[in-house]
Nanobody
Framework: QVQLVESGGGLVQPGGSLRLSCAASGSILSINAMGWYRQVPGKERELVARITTGVSTTSYADSVKGRFTISRDNAKNTVYLQMNSLKPEDTAVYYC??????????WGKGTLVTVSS
Protein backbone atom coordinates (compact mmCIF):
# COMPACT_ATOMS: atom_id res chain seq x y z
CA GLN A 1 0.00 0.00 0.00
CA VAL A 2 0.98 3.62 -0.54
CA GLN A 3 0.34 6.40 1.94
CA LEU A 4 0.39 10.04 0.82
CA VAL A 5 0.38 13.14 3.04
CA GLU A 6 0.06 16.64 1.58
CA SER A 7 1.28 19.84 3.20
CA GLY A 8 2.01 23.45 2.30
CA GLY A 9 -1.45 24.82 1.66
CA GLY A 10 -2.60 28.14 3.04
CA LEU A 11 -3.70 31.67 2.22
CA VAL A 12 -1.84 33.67 -0.41
CA GLN A 13 -2.59 36.89 -2.28
CA PRO A 14 -3.16 36.94 -6.05
CA GLY A 15 0.16 36.92 -7.86
CA GLY A 16 1.87 35.17 -4.98
CA SER A 17 3.53 31.78 -4.79
CA LEU A 18 3.10 28.62 -2.77
CA ARG A 19 4.77 25.20 -2.77
CA LEU A 20 2.85 22.06 -1.95
CA SER A 21 4.56 18.88 -0.78
CA CYS A 22 3.42 15.26 -0.89
CA ALA A 23 5.33 12.77 1.24
CA ALA A 24 4.98 9.14 0.18
CA SER A 25 5.50 6.00 2.24
CA GLY A 26 4.77 2.31 1.90
CA SER A 27 5.21 0.54 -1.45
CA ILE A 28 6.63 3.63 -3.11
CA LEU A 29 8.73 1.71 -5.64
CA SER A 30 5.53 0.43 -7.24
CA ILE A 31 4.38 3.93 -8.23
CA ASN A 32 4.47 4.63 -11.98
CA ALA A 33 3.32 8.23 -11.85
CA MET A 34 2.21 10.86 -9.38
CA GLY A 35 -0.07 13.80 -9.85
CA TRP A 36 -1.74 16.76 -8.24
CA TYR A 37 -5.49 17.21 -8.52
CA ARG A 38 -7.75 19.96 -7.23
CA GLN A 39 -11.41 20.23 -6.42
CA VAL A 40 -13.87 22.97 -5.47
CA PRO A 41 -17.36 22.41 -4.03
CA GLY A 42 -19.90 21.34 -6.65
CA LYS A 43 -17.31 20.56 -9.32
CA GLU A 44 -15.42 17.49 -10.46
CA ARG A 45 -11.90 16.86 -9.29
CA GLU A 46 -9.50 17.90 -12.06
CA LEU A 47 -5.94 16.93 -12.90
CA VAL A 48 -3.51 19.80 -12.41
CA ALA A 49 -0.10 18.22 -13.06
CA ARG A 50 1.46 14.78 -13.43
CA ILE A 51 4.99 13.37 -13.37
CA THR A 52 6.18 9.88 -14.30
CA THR A 53 8.70 8.03 -12.15
CA GLY A 54 10.92 6.69 -14.96
CA VAL A 55 12.11 9.59 -17.09
CA SER A 56 10.18 12.25 -15.13
CA THR A 57 7.90 13.23 -17.99
CA THR A 58 5.60 16.03 -16.88
CA SER A 59 2.23 17.27 -18.06
CA TYR A 60 -0.02 20.12 -16.99
CA ALA A 61 -3.55 21.34 -17.30
CA ASP A 62 -3.86 24.22 -19.75
CA SER A 63 -5.05 26.51 -16.98
CA VAL A 64 -1.76 26.21 -15.05
CA LYS A 65 0.84 25.85 -17.82
CA GLY A 66 3.67 28.30 -17.35
CA ARG A 67 2.69 28.97 -13.74
CA PHE A 68 2.91 25.59 -11.94
CA THR A 69 5.82 23.14 -11.85
CA ILE A 70 5.70 19.56 -10.59
CA SER A 71 8.92 17.90 -9.43
CA ARG A 72 10.25 14.98 -7.38
CA ASP A 73 12.91 14.46 -4.74
CA ASN A 74 13.46 10.71 -4.62
CA ALA A 75 15.83 10.95 -1.66
CA LYS A 76 12.99 12.42 0.40
CA ASN A 77 10.20 10.36 -1.23
CA THR A 78 8.43 13.63 -1.90
CA VAL A 79 6.63 15.25 -4.84
CA TYR A 80 6.24 19.01 -5.03
CA LEU A 81 3.96 21.43 -6.79
CA GLN A 82 5.45 24.90 -7.12
CA MET A 83 2.65 27.37 -7.80
CA ASN A 84 3.52 30.85 -9.06
CA SER A 85 1.41 33.78 -10.25
CA LEU A 86 -1.54 32.42 -8.33
CA LYS A 87 -5.05 33.50 -9.28
CA PRO A 88 -8.28 33.47 -7.25
CA GLU A 89 -9.58 30.69 -9.51
CA ASP A 90 -6.74 28.47 -8.26
CA THR A 91 -8.49 28.30 -4.89
CA ALA A 92 -9.29 24.65 -4.18
CA VAL A 93 -8.42 21.62 -2.12
CA TYR A 94 -5.34 20.08 -3.69
CA TYR A 95 -4.90 16.31 -3.58
CA CYS A 96 -1.83 14.18 -4.22
CA UNK A 97 -2.29 10.97 -6.23
CA UNK A 98 -0.02 8.00 -6.76
CA UNK A 99 -0.66 5.58 -9.62
CA UNK A 100 0.46 1.94 -9.62
CA UNK A 101 -0.44 -0.86 -12.02
CA UNK A 102 -0.22 -3.27 -9.09
CA UNK A 103 -1.91 -1.26 -6.34
CA UNK A 104 -4.15 1.11 -8.28
CA UNK A 105 -4.56 4.74 -7.26
CA UNK A 106 -3.69 6.14 -3.85
CA TRP A 107 -4.86 9.52 -2.57
CA GLY A 108 -3.86 11.94 0.13
CA LYS A 109 -6.43 13.73 2.26
CA GLY A 110 -5.85 17.10 0.60
CA THR A 111 -4.55 20.53 1.53
CA LEU A 112 -6.50 23.76 1.10
CA VAL A 113 -5.12 26.57 -1.05
CA THR A 114 -6.90 29.92 -0.85
CA VAL A 115 -5.92 32.76 -3.19
CA SER A 116 -7.52 35.99 -2.04
CA SER A 117 -6.71 39.59 -1.25
Amino acid sequence: QVQLVESGGGLVQPGGSLRLSCAASGSILSINAMGWYRQVPGKERELVARITTGVSTTSYADSVKGRFTISRDNAKNTVYLQMNSLKPEDTAVYYCQGSSLLLGNSWGKGTLVTVSS
